[in-house]
Structures are given as C-alpha cells and as structure tokens.
C-alpha cells in the first residue's frame, strides 16, 4: 500500500499569505496524485487533477507541482473562503490511498 | 450533470451490518470506464477508501476491511450497493460514495456523505 505523507497538519494563515501544502509519496507514483479541498460540512471537492492540471472553475490561485514522490498543493495570496482541510490522493495503484490532511486555518 | 447520493441508516448497532446504497444520474454503469467508489471519514479524521466497482462489474477492496466488505451494483435502477458485516463503534463516520473513470482515475463529483454512527 502507498502511504501519503502530508506536511503540515495543521496552519494558520493570514489572507493573501503563499501557502505550500506537501504531500510525499512512499513510492515513486509518477503524476497519479489529485488534490482535494472539504470544508467543514462538506464533500470534498476536486481541485488539482494529476499533480498540476488545473480543474474547471477552481480559482486560478491554486496550483500543483511535482511527480515520483514529492507533490506541491500552492495557494497564492490566500483567501478568507479558502479555510479547509486539503488531501492528497493516489490513483496509481490499489488500494487508493489519502493523505492525513492538512487543516488551514485563515486569521 | 452528474450526481450521487447516499442513503442508509443512520444508526447501527454493534455486531449489525450496514447496508448503504448510493443512486446516481447523469452516467450510466454499463458504459465503458465507469466506476464508482466508496470512502468513509470518522468524524474530525481522514478519509479511508473502501471499494470500487467498475462498469465490468470487477470489484476491489480495502485491504484491511475486505473481508467485511461487499460491494454491488444494480444498473437498471443505477445504484451503487455497499455491505459492511460486524459493526463496531470504530465504523462510526460519515460514508460518501464518488464516480471516477478509467481515463481520469480522479473522484469527481462526491455524494453528499451519510452519517453512520454504531453505538448500541
């Protein structure tokens, strides 16, 4: 099984900060990693398709980079709405596999 | 438009089994590529895949639940069926099923989620 590796859990950030969300593969997955945004009460909602492919109607603020075993979820100049909790996901081989989360909380 | 949702009780009890079905529109289960997973979040915690079934009725499942798990599918009335034997507190979460596909492997869109809590 493939383990997700998050960092951080946990940050509190002010509006229009850059925030850097890692998520760090324990094998080489190529570009098999998406990223989701759940804010409380909510589904997760898809926001980065295949480590950098920008999603229909997401903000552009958000981008992802990387591939093999280390991955970057950014936000540039962060917004209010844009308090949630963040997960990696793998697809490039079963079982599927989440990261643990990282919670970001606006100021 | 593609949608899913989630439905089943909303309380079990220890030992019981859960019987969870997810009915969508907007795409069909007999057409090539689809599949339809399900993932469960225990409350304040991460999320956990626990099956999939595909539009050629292959089905996969968690490792570590497995044994427990069965997952179906009725395409005539386009659902989506999860069982899940021996309940136990620990099972307490809120249940969401997702559609992926074969060329996309990505989980969009997501069901609303079900609250499941076993507590006897």
């Known amino acids: 099984e493939i383990v997700l590796t998050q960092s951080p859990d946990f940050q509190s950030v002010t509006p229009k900060e850059k925030v850097t969300i890692t998520c760090r593969a324990s094998?080489?997955?190529?570009?098999?990693l998406h990223w989701y945004q759940q804010k409380p009460d909510q589904s997760p909602k898809l926001l980065i398709k295949y480590a950098s492919q920008s999603i229909s109607g997401v903000p552009s603020r958000f981008s992802g980079s990387g591939s093999g075993t280390d991955f970057t979820l950014t936000i540039n100049s962060l917004e209010a709405e844009d308090a949630a909790t963040y997960y990696c996901h793998q697809s490039s081989s079963l079982p599927i596999t989440f990261g643990q989360g990282t919670r970001l909380e606006i100021k | 438009q593609v949608t899913l949702k989630e439905s089943g009780p909303a309380l079990v009890k220890p030992t019981q089994t859960l019987t969870l079905t997810c009915t969508f529109s907007?795409?069909?289960?007999?057409?090539?590529?689809?599949?339809v997973s399900w993932i469960r979040q225990p409350p304040g915690k991460a999320l956990e895949w626990l099956a999939r079934i595909d539009w050629d009725d292959d089905k996969f499942y968690s490792i570590s639940l497995k044994s427990r798990l069965t997952i179906s599918k009725d395409t005539s009335k386009n659902q989506v069926v999860l069982t899940m034997t021996n309940m136990d507190p620990v099972d307490t979460a809120t249940y969401y099923c997702?559609?992926?596909?074969?060329?996309?492997?990505?989980?969009?869109?997501w069901g609303q989620g079900t609250l499941v809590t076993v507590s006897s």
């Open positions: 907007g795409f069909s289960l007999t057409t090539s590529g689809m599949r």
């Open positions: 094998q080489s997955i190529g570009s098999s």
């Open positions: 997702a559609r992926s596909m074969t060329s996309t492997n990505w989980f969009d869109p």
